[in-house]
């Protein structure tokens, strides 16, 4: 796994065909990701999403608009976009971030497992780094991904 | 703060590259090494570990302590967390995601059982 991405799964007690709806559908990806979507699951497909003042964004004054390509779109299976480009650039692997959805059907359910990768490509400007890093909840620190876990008990141990 | 992003990039940068990912590994199991100790470790030459340390000083990630001839480096615990910390910010944001996720995917899922069995009820 590169330095720079993080990699998470869940498992969930519904169908691929559920599961496939709920992340690529952009009524529902207004339910669990941005605001508001403007996404097509189809290869090459550009589209927005957007945070809104008071919304999932946290306290913003305006609208922000985040560029997203649809990579690879193949149904039930597996879904990528790149997304936190330069507004009216192609994205590439210096400019935006990967993220890979993968759905793996099991007996109970679908196991979805994210990996989002090129992350260091997108915190140049300080937007793009405040909405990455910006984090109203908290509890933020149980959840650490398995190299930084691992980077972070090293470097305890070097403490000692 | 401009200052704090333009650190934090230079530390993504320094932490991208496998080779001193592996230096810092050392580092960090050593305590403290000299350039000649972590090269012999390493499958580079001691040129390479001293730009690779150069570049880990730059942004805070080691620190070097002259004694005599000799250099000895060591991690510098509290920039690695930082590293760390920001990953983990973006891991714990997928987190929230995905219980979302699965919190929708599972209702819409219950609703799907439910409606034929009321269909049949209605009948």
């Known amino acids: 796994m590169a330095a720079d991405s993080v990699e998470r799964a869940i498992l969930i007690e519904a169908s691929p065909e559920v599961v496939w709806g709920v992340i690529t559908e952009p009524e529902q990806i207004s339910r669990w990701f941005s605001d508001e979507a403007e996404v097509e699951a189809r290869a090459s497909a550009d589209g927005t999403l957007t945070w809104k003042p008071g919304g999932r964004g946290g306290e913003k004054q305006f609208d922000s608009i985040v560029p997203i390509r649809v990579v690879e779109a193949e149904p039930f299976r597996q879904f990528s976009f790149r997304w936190n480009h330069p507004e009216g650039a192609g994205p590439d692997e210096n400019n935006s971030a990967l993220v890979e959805f993968s759905l793996i059907e099991e007996a109970n359910g679908t196991r979805l497992r994210v990996v989002e990768s090129g992350i260091d490509a997108v915190t140049h400007d300080e937007e793009s780094k405040a909405r990455y890093l910006e984090d109203h909840e908290h509890g933020w620190e149980k959840h650490l991904g398995e190299l930084l876990d691992y980077l972070a008990s090293k470097s305890r141990g070097a403490t000692r | ?123």
Do not use: C
């Open chain 2, 1 to 123: 703060m401009a200052t704090a992003v333009v650190e934090d990039d230079a530390l993504w940068a320094a932490v991208a590259d496998p080779t001193r990912r592996r230096v810092l590994d050392a580092l960090l199991e050593h305590g403290q090494a000299t350039t000649t100790t972590l090269a012999e470790g390493l499958p580079v030459t001691r040129q390479a570990v001293a730009k690779h340390l150069a570049v880990l000083n730059r942004v805070g990630l080691v620190a070097g302590r002259r004694r005599g001839r000799e250099v000895r480096y060591a991690v510098r615990p509290e920039r690695l967390d930082d590293a760390a910390e920001a990953m983990a910010r973006v891991a714990a944001q997928w987190d929230k995601r995905l219980a979302r996720i699965k919190r929708l995917a599972e209702s819409v899922q219950a609703e799907a059982r439910i409606d034929p069995q009321q269909r049949r009820r209605t009948q």
